[in-house]
Each structure stands twice: as C-alpha cells, then as structure tokens.
C-alpha cells in the first residue's frame, strides 16, 4: 500500500508562483522515481515533469520547460514542484505519482499510484 499526498495548491495570478508538495508512503522502497501530471477539464491527464532517482535526471514538458523545476528527496518520498510565471492555461488539477520501474517516463500508464490531485488555478 502506498499513499500519496499533494499540497500547496490555489488561486494565483498570471505571472505568480506556487510550489507544490508531494510526500509518499507506504510501501515506498525501490521506486525509480516520481512525477506531476496534470488533468484540466475535458482534457486528458497529461505529463508536466518527472524526477529519475536514479542520477537525478530531470523530465520536463515542453509547455512548462524553463518556468517549473521539480525537485526531491528519495530518502524521504517526497517530490516538489516550483511553479514560476504561470499562466492561465497552467490552470487543472495537478497529480504527483510513483513509479517503480524505468521507461517512459512521460506516460501516465507506466506510473503505478497517484495522489487525490490538488487544484492550482491561474486567474488573467
């Protein structure tokens, strides 16, 4: 069993900042790393960035590439989202999620549990 859970989600202006927070637990051990998706209405979850524990390496969607910088501690099961300049359109509810198995790391079907999602809307 593995729980996960998302805060620092809310209301910001374009152009503002918010940084989420994703801790793990459970049967946490041997994961290969963790991610964010998010999923806006009448749209499909879709990747926004993901962290290999393995060497550290850093998986960014081309939309949020330069604005948002994922973070973590494999120690801790914890994974963070800086969010800078947002945008209207960064509006939807955002997911981090775990995985214990190296691939392809942009797919929300290779991700094995989710947290309940928290909402980050930007307002114009």
């Known amino acids: 069993q593995v729980q996960l859970v998302e805060s620092g989600g809310g209301l910001v202006q374009a152009g503002g900042s918010l940084r989420l927070s994703c801790a793990a637990s459970?049967?946490?051990?041997?994961?290969?790393?963790m991610g964010w998706f998010r999923q806006a209405p009448g749209k499909e979850r879709e990747f926004v960035a993901a962290?290999?524990?393995?060497?550290?390496?850093?998986y960014y969607a081309d939309s949020v590439k330069g604005r948002f910088t994922i973070s973590g501690d494999n120690a801790k099961n914890t994974v963070y989202l800086q969010m800078n300049r947002l945008k209207p359109e960064d509006t939807a509810v955002y997911y981090c999620a775990v995985r214990y198995f190296s691939g392809n790391y942009y797919s929300p079907r290779e991700y094995d549990y989710w947290g309940q999602g928290t909402q980050v809307t930007v307002s114009s």
């Open positions: 962290i290999r524990w393995y060497g550290g390496a850093t």
């Open positions: 459970g049967r946490t051990y041997s994961t290969n790393g």
